[in-house]
């Protein structure tokens, strides 16, 4: 069964410092895959996806992240957190050409230190 | 342009009775899904509209059901209310029945009490 993995629950960063969130996925084929993040109370909001090509993906907010196939992972950088950050962080995938359902991790609570 | 909307915002019930929660997704998208996000999990799909029909259905009991509107907008509605249905419910939007990317409304915040 497909299935997304979110092996932290909880990050604290200082401000400045580089942040990698981990996500691992189970499919067998290539998924599409997404990072959403979520402020307090609020609803999802897309930073990325990646679907084909390029393994590397630019996301809104200065975040990237990086498909790795051999390790079945697409973890979430930023080379530098700033305060605003703070808030929690899903991973989802889906199966190509198949409907909308989309499958999300448990998610990662960042916080940010000053 | 607006964003996915929902409709209300917060909600307070009490066991046994039904819910009925609205969404209206962004203008040209056809198809609405539906999300319950429980304290401290991530989303878990319940249903996927599209052009007024079901698409997907997830792992939910038939208390819960759904519909979508010759306008595109969608109701959730949840049967004999039980404590664990507390959640925020998630309203996402695209423009296909496998569109490439959705765009989630702010939620329902529903407590069963």
């Not at chain 1, 999802?44 to 200065?62: A, P």
């Not at chain 2, 991530?42 to 007024?52: L, R």
């Not at chain 2, 939910?60 to 969608?74: G, L």
């Amino acid at each position: 069964a497909q299935s997304v993995t979110q092996p932290d629950i909880h990050i604290t960063v200082s401000e400045g410092a580089s942040l990698e969130l981990r996500c691992n996925y189970s499919y067998g084929a290539t998924p599409y895959l997404f990072w959403y993040v979520q402020s307090p109370g609020q609803g999802l909001q897309l930073l990325l996806k990646y679907f084909s090509g390029d393994t590397l993906v630019q996301g809104i907010k200065g975040f990237e992240a990086e498909f790795k196939r051999s390790q079945s992972s697409f973890n979430l950088r930023k080379p530098s957190v700033h305060w605003s950050d703070a808030a929690e962080y899903f991973c989802a995938s889906r199966r190509s050409g198949a409907t909308n359902k989309l499958i999300f991790g448990t998610g990662t609570l960042l916080a940010v230190q000053p | 342009d607006a964003g996915v909307t929902q409709s209300p915002t917060h909600l307070i019930k009490t066991r046994g009775q039904q819910v009925t929660l609205r969404c209206s997704p962004i203008s040209g998208h056809k198809s609405v899904s539906w999300y319950q996000q429980v304290l401290g999990q991530g989303p878990q799909f319940i249903f996927q509209y599209y052009e007024k029909e079901e698409r997907g259905r997830g792992n939910f009991p038939d208390r819960f059901s759904a519909r979508q509107f010759p306008n595109y907008s969608s109701e959730l509605n949840v049967n004999a209310l039980l404590l664990g249905d507390s959640a925020l419910y998630l309203c996402a939007s695209s423009q296909l029945e496998a569109g490439e990317t959705q765009y989630f409304g702010p939620g329902t915040r529903l407590l069963v009490l």
